[in-house]
């Protein structure tokens, strides 16, 4: 799990966001994390943890992971991996990277279009830092979470709808209207929470944040609704 802050005004410097250790204690709490760890930078901050899920994940040494180029914040598991250690043209094989690892090499060659390459269940958060802007993904069926609140000083983003109350000096206020609906049984957007400022990327979309506060969400996946009934009344047939 993420949590993080891209800030874009000089009003507050990223260690006035929130504490680390209040944000660590969000994480995992019912739970021992295998690795914990944060990011400081002039742009921004990020904290995160993780869980070890694979055998490949005992590479992890440090979250998130830092580079030169860039920062990256990775929750879930990819699938495919040996296709796109190919793709990437990595030596060795798959088990050898940890999935941070294998995300920062894709944003390294394909930037936003690595979001055509992945295939998993995951949130990610990539901070370049070159051009001072971040990246964040959530998979198709959406099956980890990803907010975020786009505050005029920074735009904070996370994979916990509770990191928001837990910031320094700043409280978003709970939206009613999203709560008796949730009471009541309705559908959920895909977009509200339970907090007036705080949005919910959706599942099969991208965000790409400049360091001035702009915002531009894009899908990169959709679910096709003409399948053929053919391959499925076969498939009855079959059973009985």
């Known amino acids: 799990m993420f949590a993080g802050v891209l800030c874009t005004s000089n009003r507050r410097t990223p260690k006035q966001w929130f504490d680390v250790s209040r944000i660590q204690a969000t994480f995992y709490h019912r739970g021992h994390a295998d690795v914990r760890g944060h990011w400081h930078g002039a742009s921004g901050a990020c904290v995160a943890a993780e869980v070890f899920n694979a055998p490949w994940s005992l590479h992890t040494s440090a979250v998130p992971l830092v580079s030169d180029a860039s920062i990256v914040a990775f929750w879930g ?13 990595l030596p060795g094989g798959a088990s050898d990277y940890p999935d941070a690892r294998l995300i920062q090499v894709a944003w390294a060659r394909w930037r936003s279009d690595m979001a055509q390459h ?12 070159k051009s001072g802007s971040l990246f964040l993904m959530r998979d198709p069926v959406g099956t980890k979470p990803l907010y975020f609140w786009k505050h005029a000083d920074g735009f904070l983003y996370g994979c916990s709808a509770r990191f928001f109350t837990q910031l320094s000096d700043l409280h978003p ?4 209207n999203w709560i008796a609906s949730h009471f009541a049984r309705l559908s959920p957007s895909r977009e509200k929470t339970a907090y007036q ?3 919910k990327l959706p599942g099969g979309c991208t965000a790409e944040i400049t360091k ?3 915002v531009q969400i894009k899908p990169f996946h959709s679910w096709d609704d003409n399948a053929p ?3 499925l009344a076969a498939g009855v047939s079959a059973y009985r």
Request: negative net charge; charged residues 30%.
């Open 77 to 89: 598991r990819l699938h495919e991996r040996e296709t796109l250690c190919r793709k990437l043209g």
């Open 118 to 129: 992945l295939k998993g269940s995951f949130a990610i958060a990539v901070l370049c830092i």
């Open 173 to 176: 206020s709970t939206d009613p």
């Open 197 to 199: 400022e705080v949005e």
């Open 212 to 214: 001035n506060g702009s």
């Open 229 to 231: 009934l053919d391959p």
